[in-house]
C-alpha cells in the first residue's frame, strides 16, 4: 500500500464546486460519456487542452483530504488545487472547477468523463499507471516522527527509534509499518492507530514515544492541534532493500490526454524548478523545499518500479 493511500480517504457528499464559490450539484459515476471507440476516453482527447482553452475552465477531481485539495469554506484549497490553479492559469485556463468525490471514486470518475484532472496529490504507483498517466511528481513525501515537546527520548528516525527501544505508533495498514520493520523496531514496540489524531493523542498520553507519518502530515497534524506538546522533527527518507522511499504524487490524467499532460509538465517543471516559489505557493500546507521533487525523480521511472 503506497505511504498516500494509508490515510484517510473518507468521501464526502458528492458535488461540484469552482474556487470563487460552492455549489452543489449531484454527480454520478455511472453517467454516460461519448467516448473514442475502444479506448474508453472522450472525443478530443487529443484537442483537450484547446477545447479547454475555449471554454475557459477546466475539471478538477478532489477528494477532501487536507493539506492535498480540500474546502476552506467555500473554496478550494491545498497542495494539488494551488499548484494547479497556476498551472492552468498559465496554460490559458483561468478557472478550476472542482467534483468532491471520494478518494477511491476519483479514477473511475476521470475515465467517465466526469473531470479532467485529478487534483488530490495522488500517489504515483505502477498499478494507477496501467489506468492513468500522471505527471511528473509534484512533491515527494519523506517520513518524519512527531515527538513530545523536547523530543525526551533524542530520537531522529526510524533507526534511532529501534536503538533506543521507543514504541512507535503507525497508521493502520500504512507503509510506515514496513519502514519500522526494516530500521529494526521489533514488531512489540510498533503500536498500529486508526487515525492521525490518535496518534497525536497516544503520544500525548504517554502509550507511544514517536508517531511515524510523512512530515506533510504531521507538520498539519500538529498546526490543526495547536497547543498540543508535541513537536515535528526533520524528515528523513527511509530505505527497503537498499532503495529509498520517497513517495510521491502528482495530477492524474486520462490516458489518451497526452497533449494536456505535457503541457502541464511544462508549467510544473517551472514551479518545482524554483524551491522558493514553490513553497511560497504551498508552504502554507506544511509543503517545505524538503518535498520539492528530485529533477532525476521520473514518473516513466516510478510506473516501472
Known sequence: MSQRSAFSRRGFLLGTTTLTGMAVVPGLLTACSRTETGTGAPKGEGDLLAKLRKQGYVRVGFAGEAP?????????????????????AALGVADLRATLTDFGALIPGLAADR???VSAGMAI?????????????????????????????????????????????VLTAAVEAGYAAGAGVGDSKVKSLAK????????????????ALTGISLRWL??????????????FLPELKGKKQYSPGGA?????????????????KKITGDPEHYVALIGKYG?????????TLRTADLCKA
Request: hydrophobic share 40%; aromatic share 8%; proline share 6%.
Open 68 to 88: 492535498y485539495g480540500f474546502k476552506d469554506g467555500t473554496a478550494l484549497a491545498g497542495e494539488a488545487p494551488t499548484l494547479h490553479k497556476e498551472i492552468f
Open 115 to 117: 473531470f479532467d484532472v
Open 125 to 169: 504507483t505502477p498499478e494507477r499507471c496501467d489506468k492513468v498517466i500522471f505527471s511528473e511528481p509534484e512533491f515527494i513525501s519523506p517520513t518524519a516522527l512527531m515527538v513530545r515537546k523536547g523530543n525526551p527520548k533524542g530520537l531522529s528516525d526510524l533507526a534511532s527509534c529501534a536503538a533506543k527501544g521507543a514504541t512507535v505508533g
Open 196 to 211: 492521525q489524531q490518535d496518534g497525536l493523542d497516544a503520544l500525548v498520553a504517554g502509550r507511544i514515544d514517536a508517531f
Open 222 to 235: 500538529a498546526k490543526t492541534n495547536k497547543g498540543a506538546d508535541v513537536e515535528v522533527l526533520e524528515p
Open 252 to 268: 492524474v490524467f486520462r490516458q489518451n490526454a497526452t497533449t494536456l499532460r505535457d503541457a502541464f509538465n511544462g508549467q510544473l
Open 287 to 295: 509543503f517545505t523545499k524538503q518535498e520539492v521533487p528530485p529533477a
